[in-house]
């Protein structure tokens, strides 16, 4: 099972210069429970922005770069050249994850089974955008809106999307 999983603004914003634009902890804790122990399929701008790779996650990194893999961490990371080589990497029979950016989850979206996505209250100015679904072939299998806090300063509603 491919999904995508995002936290994207209404206008589809999902960051800029390389960065998020919000900052939602509980939206993190929700990404680590849902993608810690699985695949995660990312580009290698989005590979770029961590510090370190993720903990209890095996990276599948696209990239057009040649000889990346030698810059990367092999016992954590697979380093492959486009999305269905990535996805042919996954066990299809386990839950795997795409997690941007905005290129990566355009070449995915035809291949996804699911998304998960935080969708972000408001608009903002980005470089990265989520791409447009169609809404017809999605099913909204689940919603559940969060209000601003004292830790997040913009209202937000996870939605979760099965292809019909």
Known sequence: MITLIAAAAENNALGKNNEMIWHLPDDFKRFKKLTSGHDIILGR???E?????LPN????????QENYAENI???CCIVVSSIEEAIAQTNAEEENFVIGGGEIYTLALPLADKIELTRVH????????FPTF??????LDNEEYHSTDEKHKVDFTYQT???K
């Open 73 to 75: 961490d092999p016992s």
């Open 161 to 163: 999307f099965l292809k």
């Open 57 to 64: 996650r095996r990276h599948i990194i696209v990239t057009r």
């Open 122 to 129: 408001g608009t903002f100015d980005a470089d990265a955008y």
């Open 45 to 47: 701008k989005t590979f």
């Open 134 to 139: 169609d809404v017809e072939k999605w099913h």
């Open 49 to 53: 922005s961590f510090d370190k790779p």
